[in-house]
């Protein structure tokens, strides 16, 4: 096997959301304490109103991608449980539910919690109905084996995502994604004819 070199995930939501750009320009605990507080204080509004659950749950999901894009994951991963808990205590039916599952093992992931993070991909694909989400999470699922050491796993989680892309331009990030990703994994494998033949694919999407 050939010298295995640092895999950087080429993550789905990076790509949709700009991931990097906005955790560079964001980071900082001034910012991080002020959103923590604002969305505190915005859920605490709405449980004395007795709205409907969805809307406690979108401030939660909210306050998650805010802080995760300020760079606080702890805080982040607190309140994406904090939806998760909320729902099992409520007893809710919600579309929702989905989303925090993912976002949950997006933070997993960025902590270096992988078991967790698996576990709530594998929670998250089993009630996904979308093909752009099946895709999001093998993509990412694919990228946790490969912190595992599994590396054939995370080939065949990218091939999970890659054999979903029915050709809807909306669905090219994340076909992108998990080409690359395969790639990347096959020159780990040393497998380099089919780790230059997709990376060429990928490289094609954006000529």
């Given amino acids: 096997m050939a010298g295995r070199r640092t895999f950087r995930l080429i993550s789905a939501i990076s790509l949709?959301?700009?991931?990097?750009?906005?955790?560079t320009a964001r980071q900082g605990s001034t910012v991080s304490d002020s959103l923590h507080s604002f969305f505190t204080?915005?859920?605490?509004?709405?449980?004395?109103?007795?709205?409907?659950?969805?809307?406690?749950?979108?401030?939660?999901?909210?306050?998650?991608?805010?802080?995760?894009?300020?760079?606080?994951?702890?805080?982040s991963y607190?309140?994406?449980?904090?939806?998760?808990?909320?729902?099992?205590?409520?007893?809710?039916?919600?579309?929702?539910?989905?989303?925090?599952?993912?976002?949950?093992?997006?933070?997993a992931y960025h902590l270096e919690k992988y078991e967790s993070a698996r576990q709530y991909y594998l929670a998250s694909l089993a009630i996904?109905?979308?093909?752009?989400?099946?895709?999001?999470?093998?993509?990412?699922?694919?990228?946790?084996?490969?912190?595992?050491?599994?590396l054939e796993g995370a080939v065949s989680c990218f091939k999970?995502?890659?054999?979903?892309?029915?050709?809807?331009?909306?669905?090219?990030?994340?076909?992108?994604a998990s080409i690359g990703n395969l790639g990347n994994t096959y020159e780990m494998l040393g497998i380099l004819d089919s780790a230059i033949l997709y990376t060429r694919k990928a490289y094609d999407y954006f000529r």
């Avoid at 449980?81 to 949950?104: H, M, P, V």
Wanted: aromatic share 12%.
């Fill in 160 to 176: 999970k995502a890659i054999n979903l892309y029915n050709g809807d331009p909306s669905l090219d990030r994340y076909q992108i």
């Fill in 128 to 150: 996904a109905e979308s093909r752009r989400r099946k895709m999001q999470l093998y993509n990412e699922l694919g990228g946790v084996y490969v912190a595992e050491n599994d």
């Fill in 16 to 23: 949709c959301l700009g991931m990097f750009h906005a955790a």
């Fill in 41 to 75: 204080t915005k859920l605490e509004l709405l449980e004395t109103e007795s709205l409907p659950p969805d809307s406690s749950m979108s401030v939660m999901l909210d306050a998650g991608w805010e802080l995760f894009f300020a760079g606080d994951y702890i805080r």
């Fill in 78 to 107: 607190q309140w994406f449980g904090n939806g998760l808990e909320f729902i099992r205590k409520t007893q809710a039916l919600s579309s929702k539910e989905n989303d925090f599952l993912y976002g949950s093992g997006v933070l």
